[in-house]
Antibody, heavy 120, light 106 residues
Framework: EVQLVESGGGWIQPGGSLRLSCAAS????????MSWVRQAPGNGLEWVSV???????YYADSVKGRFTLSRDTSKNTLYLQMNSLRAEDTAVYYC??????????????WGLGTLVTVSS | DIQMTQSPSTLSASVGDRVTITCRAS??????VAWYQQKPGKAPKLLIY???SLESGVPSRFSGSRFGTEFTLTISSLQPDDFATYYC????????FGQGTKVEIK
């Protein structure tokens, strides 16, 4: 079955770090463009970061310098390392697949999400 | 950054109604727009991509169109399963989403 399963969310104090994982099955992560998209409670969607099949990464200005996106091809898993966390990073984090392999990304497959709560 | 202004924020409708949701881009973005449906506690589901292409498996009552920088999602005859929140997304430059439109029962 083709699916994405996120994990690693939880409660963390401001300034702390957390690493999210996104395990893929039914397709190869490294052959697609993969993104993280977040949704603050009761709010809309915000794109966070993308990793191309080449390994190139891009970040939203709101997380640049604090978040790092990577992947492990042997585990077919995507990671989002989040440092210097702020209250405004509180959200459900989804990983999502883009199959266009171009600079124009839309997302045909989403995980169920993992909740990150940043609070003292 | 490209902004997507989505309207209305809430829409009350009845089963069988024709429903239209609009997104206006802050600059020209060609046809690089997608539409998603999201139900409470669930991940978004892709409905339309490239402004008017229907994703496989999505009912034909959903359609998308473009006029300049204005993009429209239309549901031709609202069904009970369609009560949800809908988001537009531009992917001309990175990616940004509209604020969402909640379609609720009238």
């Amino acid at each position: 079955e083709v699916q994405l399963v996120e994990s690693g969310g939880g409660w963390i104090q401001p300034g702390g770090s957390l690493r999210l994982s996104c395990a893929a099955s039914g397709f190869t992560v490294s052959s697609n463009y993969m993104s993280w998209v977040r949704q603050a409670p009761g709010n809309g969607l915000e794109w966070v970061s993308v990793i191309y099949s080449s390994g190139r990464t891009y970040y939203a200005d709101s997380v640049k310098g604090r978040f790092t996106l990577s992947r492990d091809t042997s585990k077919n898993t995507l990671y989002l390392q989040m440092n210097s966390l702020r209250a405004e990073d509180t959200a459900v984090y989804y990983c999502a697949r883009d199959q266009t392999l171009t600079d124009y990304w839309y997302f045909d497959l989403w995980g169920l999400g993992t909740l990150v709560t940043v609070s003292s | 950054d490209i902004q997507m202004t989505q309207s209305p924020s809430t829409l009350s409708a009845s089963v069988g109604d024709r429903v239209t949701i609009t997104c206006r881009a802050s600059q020209t973005i060609s046809t690089w727009v997608a539409w998603y449906q999201q139900k409470p506690g669930k991940a978004p589901k892709l409905l339309i991509y490239d402004a008017s292409s229907l994703e496989s498996g999505v009912p034909s009552r959903f359609s998308g169109s473009r006029f300049g920088t204005e993009f429209t999602l239309t549901i031709s005859s609202l069904q009970p399963d369609d009560f949800a929140t809908y988001y537009c997304q531009q992917y001309s430059s990175y990616s940004t989403f509209g604020q969402g439109t909640k379609v609720e029962i009238k």
